[in-house]
């Protein structure tokens, strides 16, 4: 079993970025964060972003709003980000209030700005195969940590636990796809599938992005396979400050031993994103003009 | 083993919409057809839409431009559809010539008349399952079928052979959503696929888009299976006076006493792209204005 890093990958590909962002002269990539109200999870990711942002080079701005704002009064707001040639990609952090819709708000920014990838034109585009899509982040962090692990894909069986419009359908598409990592045999599993484990069994590689914590157990992976947990759960924990700790969707203690891959959580997929968002960011800027 | 009879469901669906639209008083709804040259097959695919609509009471527009018009001269023309507030539906007829990237072109149709559905909003949309989608009309009138069959889709397996932009992907993602026709667990094969029989014999639903003439046999299926064929190929055959005859994707005879619901090649889903194509004109007309 070998584990799948997504801190010295996600590390690598923050590096990378560095190096191009340096070599603009004139302008540098901006990205805006929208926050509405003061969850703490929602703080505590945009602050991370901010930071990882601040080492590679790429400017941010933050906006804040109160949960009271409507979202018509959030319309306006993204509109004017929309509007702000300084401004190359805006992030709006999840979730946002009950009394918004998060698709309406998602689909109003601009698609060359929607660097989360959240929006149905670029959902659309990566259906489309289209290089110009911004792929939503995790989507592409996963397949990014199959191509850097050179883990072959093509004729092999992905099983996709989960159909969110966020994780589990994009990341289909894109194993799916006629690129590398591509033209895997491409199976969607949810809650409404009996028998899980007779499709599991089969899965070359396992993606598990349903949100219940130590869900895939042993009996549901095949040996050898690779297993990419998307799971960011809290489950109560006496021993830990915090009262909690974080576990995937996947029983690690278990699984790991009868994997050849498998991520870890904290340390997997989830510094992926953050690096994807990053890159995203880069492709927005250099898309919007000729970096100088 | 029932046969579905697409040109039954089509015809209902045909006297449905007219008795729609002849409730509108002060206008309308209004299709533009485009064609670039003159393949004959376009020209008897455009000229059967311009029939239906004729029935049902749409009024369409036809457009010719010749093979060698540029793409950024078909461009224009299509940018002054999007801008007539007189046409609700755009219909781009594929294929387009080979000096023109039909993506492009398709992605050109305002997604609010794009009633083909083969634009990236309307693909992206479909995906996030929003009512709004004008979703492309060969996996809508699949759907269709399904429903007014009264097959049940929740859990149970389908399976998609073929992967296309317009037919496999979008077919998939209808079957995987929360609706009804939906919940069914989703498998995507296609030409990279070792071992197909191992996927399509657990297929309750089995949907043939693969363009390959009498591909899917017997021996691929499993009994009580639901197949759904949407190939249409043309093979020699003497004893006709056009020298060639339609077939499906699937070897119909060896396959139809094999299953519980099959459709015919030609009447099965064929006249349901048609109808789902007038249906999305109807939903066009009514977004754009409240008819009357």
């Known amino acids: 079993m070998e584990l799948i890093d997504g801190n010295e990958i996600a590390s690598a590909i923050v590096e990378e970025l560095t190096a191009i962002v340096s070599t603009y002269r004139t302008s540098k990539p901006c990205v805006a964060f929208v926050r509405v109200g003061e969850d703490p999870a929602s703080v505590s990711y945009v602050r991370k972003k901010e930071k990882t942002a601040g080492r590679i080079g790429i400017e941010s701005k933050l906006f804040v709003f109160p949960e009271t704002i409507s979202q018509d009064g959030l319309l306006q707001e993204i509109d004017s980000l929309n509007q702000n040639s300084d401004v190359h990609g805006i992030l709006v952090q999840a979730p946002l209030p009950d009394h918004m819709d998060e698709r309406t708000v998602f689909n109003f920014v601009s698609p060359e700005k929607d660097v989360d990838g959240f929006n149905a034109t670029n959902l659309g585009k990566l259906c ?32 996709v636990l989960g ?130």
């Not at 899509?133 to 004729?155: D, M, N, Q």
């Not at 990419?228 to 109560?236: C, E, H, L, Q, S």
């Not at 997929?269 to 898309?287: D, H, I, Q, R, S």
């Open 128 to 159: 489309q195969e289209d290089e110009d899509a911004f792929v939503s982040c995790t989507p592409a962090g996963i397949v990014e940590l199959i191509r850097r692990k050179g883990i072959e894909t093509e004729g092999k069986r992905v099983v």
């Open 163 to 292: 159909r969110s419009l966020i994780v589990g359908k994009p990341v289909g598409m894109l194993f799916l796809g006629k690129g590398s990592p591509g033209n895997a045999t491409v199976t969607y599993c949810h809650s409404r599938t009996p028998d899980l484990e007779r499709h599991t069994l089969e899965a070359d590689i396992l993606i598990a992005a349903i949100g219940r914590p130590r869900f895939v157990t042993e009996n549901m992976v095949r040996p050898g396979a690779t297993v990419i947990d998307v799971g960011i759960n809290r489950i109560p924990d006496e021993t830990k400050k915090s009262g909690y700790r974080l576990v995937g969707d996947v029983d690690f203690e278990k699984v790991a031993p009868k994997a050849s891959y498998i991520t870890p959580v904290p340390g997997g997929v989830g510094p992926m994103t953050v690096a994807m968002l990053m890159a995203n960011t880069v492709k927005a800027y250099e898309k919007s003009a000729a970096p100088s």
